[in-house]
């Protein structure tokens, strides 16, 4: 077994293992592969051994891996082709790119971004799936709509054309203090309730990184986006967006 291969296990069972703990179904969470700043091979490492999801943060990069590896995957072993998630901070002068080279956007945190992806997105491709991303710790640097703006821009959001709002996002603060984390993790939980409640059902709560997994999963998570734990450390700073 490769490296990659061995990784992408270990957190699958790490994944099931915080699912079963929580008493949920291990299939309702999936894993996101996130590829920032690894080469196509690494991609295709991972897909051969059964990843089909798999997340970019940064547009240049991101759109080169999508378009290296389009059509360029052996048919054999695979089941289907892979899925591009944009999990990175979006400019509105790049969104059309991303628009039209990816499956899902997990950062939409402005009305305008949104806006743009569902004005860009090819009438021959089914509509983008989208999360709004929510800043759940607060922190004036962070990207993400403020927790009490959310359901505003859920709303707007789910009446774009060629978009189609699946649920919503977090990158909580980095810590070590598991009850702060599962705590922002809960506000996301608890937001996707209220928008329930509102007559706004959405199926994903992407939440969960590396370091995160297990109190994600605990609070709900439904797409835990994990990079180190399956490719390594990245060596190098990841290009700018
Ligand atoms: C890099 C990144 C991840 C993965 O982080 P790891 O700690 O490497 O698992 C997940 N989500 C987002 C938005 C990221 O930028």
């Not at 992408?8 to 894993?31: N, T």
């Not at 996301?188 to 199926?203: H, Q």
Request: hydrophobic share 45%; net charge neutral.
């Amino acid at each position: 077994m490769t490296t990659i291969e061995q990784r992408l296990r270990a957190v699958q069972a790490r994944v099931a293992a915080a699912a079963k703990a929580a008493g949920r179904d291990p299939a309702s969470v999936r894993l996101l592969a996130v590829s920032k700043t690894w080469p196509a091979d690494a991609v295709r490492e991972a897909a051969a051994a059964g990843q089909r999801a798999f997340g970019e943060n940064y547009v240049q990069e991101g759109v080169a891996k999508v378009e290296a590896l389009r059509g360029s995957m052996p048919k054999e072993g695979l089941d289907g082709p892979l899925e591009w998630h944009f999990i990175g901070p979006l400019q509105s002068n790049k969104t059309r790119s991303v628009a039209n080279a990816f499956d899902w956007v997990h950062s939409i945190d402005r009305l305008k971004i949104a806006e743009r992806l569902s004005a860009q997105r090819d009438v021959h491709l089914p509509p983008l799936n989208v999360c709004i991303q929510v800043n759940v710790s607060g922190e004036d640097s962070k990207s993400g709509v403020a927790p009490d703006e959310a359901a505003a821009l859920a709303k707007a959001v789910a009446a774009l054309p060629r978009l189609r709002l699946r649920g919503l996002m977090c990158i909580p603060e980095p810590t070590d203090d598991a009850a702060l984390l599962r705590s922002r993790f809960a506000l996301l939980r608890a937001l996707k309730a209220e928008l329930a409640d509102e007559g706004l059902v959405l199926d994903t709560l992407s939440m969960g990184m590396s370091h995160d997994v297990e109190p994600a999963v605990a609070e709900g998570a439904t797409m835990v986006r994990v990079g180190t734990a399956i490719f390594g450390e990245r060596t190098r700073p990841a290009a700018q967006a």
